[in-house]
């Protein structure tokens, strides 16, 4: 079965630095999203992305973040100059969008020190 | 903005037991309500959704009920094994007007003591 795939795994990285979280979502999906959960916390939205622009974001996506499909099958989230408080798993998830099913990633652990 | 709250935080049942943990939203155009399984340190799962134009759903050991007048929905597991220990969050969205941002409760701790 199709599976929504991230990488790395964990990251881990200085206050201040730019991260790219990478992921693969399943190929027929046209919808992709990015959550977020800080640990111990629910799932929070973060963006998401339909026909190459952003559709809808919330209020933690500010100007320090961006999302890109630069190919055909890769989804990535940049954070520009990352915070101690962007320490989160991070989760990709696509969907087909005749159905509203999302499929998540195993999501990337980003720690800022 | 839509608003999901989840009951209890923590449930603690006996294997063969019961388990029942209920949601509330605050938006009335929320039409999606999926459950999701999450073990440690693993991704979400979805185990059930629902839609609003139905009020209950099984699918074998789990079933979803959604009150649309009340708004709130609630996820019943019988019979219930320890694999079944997991953190399980519900969750709301608006499928085909915004493209489905799904906006999830607390989470619930179930733990199924053997």
């Known amino acids: 079965e199709p599976e929504v795939t991230q990488t790395p ?8 630095q730019e991260v790219i979280l990478r992921c693969v979502p399943i190929s027929n999906h046209l919808y992709f999203y990015w959550y977020r959960q800080i640990l111990g916390q629910k799932v929070e939205f973060l963006v998401s992305f339909y026909n190459n622009e952003i559709s809808e974001k919330s209020e933690i996506f500010d100007d320090q973040f961006s999302v890109e499909r630069p190919d055909g099958s890769n989804f990535t989230l940049k954070i520009r100059s990352t915070k101690l408080e962007d320490s ?13 099913e999302q499929f998540f990633g195993p999501g990337t652990r980003l720690t800022v020190l | 903005g839509e608003n999901v709250e989840q009951h209890p935080s923590t449930l603690s049942v006996q294997e063969g037991d019961s388990a029942v943990i209920k949601c509330t939203y605050s938006d009335s155009a929320s039409n999606y ?6 073990e440690l340190g693993k991704r979400p799962q979805l185990i059930i959704d629902i839609r609003s134009n139905v009020g209950e759903k ?3 050991r789990i079933a979803v009920t959604l009150n649309k007048t009340a708004k709130h929905f609630s996820l019943h597991i019988t019979e219930t094994q320890p694999e079944d220990s997991a953190v399980y969050f519900c969750a709301a969205s608006r499928y085909g007007t915004s493209y489905g941002k799904l906006t ?9 003591h053997p």
């Not at chain 2, 309500?33 to 999450?38: E, I, L, N, S, T």
């Open chain 2, 33 to 38: 309500f999926p459950w999701y399984k999450q």
């Open chain 1, 9 to 16: 795994s964990h990251q881990v990285t200085q206050m201040g």
């Open chain 2, 104 to 112: 999830f409760g607390q989470g619930t701790i179930l733990t199924v």
């Open chain 1, 88 to 100: 989160a798993m991070y989760f990709c998830a696509s969907s087909t969008g005749t159905s509203n």
């Open chain 2, 58 to 60: 099984k699918d074998q």
